[in-house]
């Protein structure tokens, strides 16, 4: 059975940063695809990192590029997002997601197994 379950989310003040979490576990496959999306009250859900275990593939939403950075421990089946230079509009229910595929995508609609999410609230 697979099981996501995402720590790391807080109250932090514009500028500062936070590491989100995704622990894995219920996979076989060498090959997995995680992304991380978020969605703000009245928004829809948006993708903003994604990564391949593949090939270790990444690819990032332009809203935070150069500020978020994705990256894996695989031997404690962990996918990280570390936020950095966090801003209000950040301020979001971040869920972490996996599918079985070869290839990194930022589409929601790809992924089948998504975890119970983390607010992240930016504000000073």
């Known amino acids: 059975q697979v099981q996501l379950v995402e720590s790391g989310g807080g109250l932090v003040q514009p500028g500062g940063s936070l590491r989100l979490s995704c622990e894995a576990s219920?996979?076989?496959?060498?090959?997995?695809?995680i992304g991380w999306f978020r969605q703000a009250p009245g928004n829809e859900r948006e993708g903003v990192s994604c990564?391949?275990?593949?090939?270790?593939?990444?690819y990032y939403a332009d809203s935070v590029k150069g500020r978020f950075t994705i990256s894996t421990d695989n031997a404690k089946n962990t996918v990280y997002l570390q936020m950095n230079s966090l801003k209000p509009e950040d301020t979001a229910v971040y869920y972490c997601?996996?599918?079985?595929?070869?290839?990194?995508?930022?589409?929601?609609?790809?992924?089948?197994?998504w975890g119970q999410g983390t607010l992240v609230a930016v504000s000073s």
């Open positions: 997601a996996a599918a079985r595929l070869s290839w990194a995508t930022m589409r929601a609609d790809e992924y089948d197994y």
């Open positions: 219920g996979f076989t496959e060498d090959y997995v695809a």
């Open positions: 990564i391949s275990s593949t090939d270790g593939s990444t």
